[in-house]
Structures are given as structure tokens and as C-alpha cells.
């Protein structure tokens, strides 16, 4: 991988993950915020590339605005599972660690084993 997942820009907007939610209020948009960039940086290891441009000539989209649709929908949906997942971290089944019914929605974006353009 030649670029830095930690420094990823966020693949969708705070509104937009919470209207995906139904949520209206704010108590927790520092929490979905989180989310949606750990999402971001998931989905940037997982296809090998930056959604949103930052230095990768490869990237998805030079902004928010032009994240492919089925690349906002995966990361909505990983929030959401995060979201209603929350409690998980005290214990018990912390699943997540196979194959989710909707990563396939990643598939044609991933570089499968390309040399990124740096």
C-alpha cells in the first residue's frame, strides 16, 4: 500500500450518515464523525486506494461529493454496524471479523494486488 490510511479524508458527510441512520439529534456526532472515518480508512485497505484524493492518482474522487454511490453506501453501512455495535467492545461476540453480506459493494474498486501510481 503507498499511501497512509491515517490521513484519510472522509468518504461521506456527517448528515448523510445520519439521515442513513435516522438519527436527528447531535449528542453523538462526534462519536459518528469517528465512524465514518474509521470507515473511510477500512475501506481505503481494503481497495488499496484513496476514496477521497489526496496524493494517490488512483484515488476514487477528488471530494465528498463524488464518492462512487456504492463505496458511501458501504461505509454507511460499516457506521451503522459500528453504531448499533457499540456495546460489543465490553465483551462477548465482537463479530466483524468475516465477510459482511455488503462488502461486495467494494469489489469493483479494489486494485487486487495493482502497484498504486505514486
Known amino acids: 500500500m503507498a499511501?497512509?490510511?491515517t490521513t484519510a479524508l472522509p468518504a461521506t458527510t456527517l448528515a448523510?450518515?445520519?439521515a442513513h441512520l435516522r438519527l436527528d439529534y447531535t449528542a453523538e456526532d462526534a462519536l459518528i464523525e469517528a465512524y465514518i472515518l474509521a470507515a473511510t480508512q477500512r475501506?481505503?485497505?481494503i481497495c488499496?486506494?484513496?476514496i477521497v484524493k489526496r496524493e494517490d492518482p488512483l484515488a476514487l474522487a477528488d471530494d465528498v461529493s463524488t464518492v462512487p454511490s456504492a463505496v458511501k453506501t458501504w461505509v454507511w453501512l460499516y457506521v451503522t454496524e459500528m453504531f448499533e455495535r457499540r456495546s460489543m467492545s465490553?465483551?462477548?461476540d465482537a463479530g466483524g471479523y468475516g465477510m459482511r453480506r455488503y462488502d461486495?459493494?467494494?469489489d469493483p474498486f479494489m486494485?487486487?494486488?495493482q502497484e498504486s501510481a505514486s
Open 48 to 50: 488499496e486506494r484513496e
Open 90 to 92: 465490553a465483551g462477548g
Open 43 to 45: 475501506a481505503e485497505q
Open 16 to 18: 448523510e450518515a445520519k
Open 3 to 5: 499511501f497512509d490510511v
Open 111 to 113: 486494485l487486487y494486488g
Open 104 to 106: 461486495h459493494l467494494l
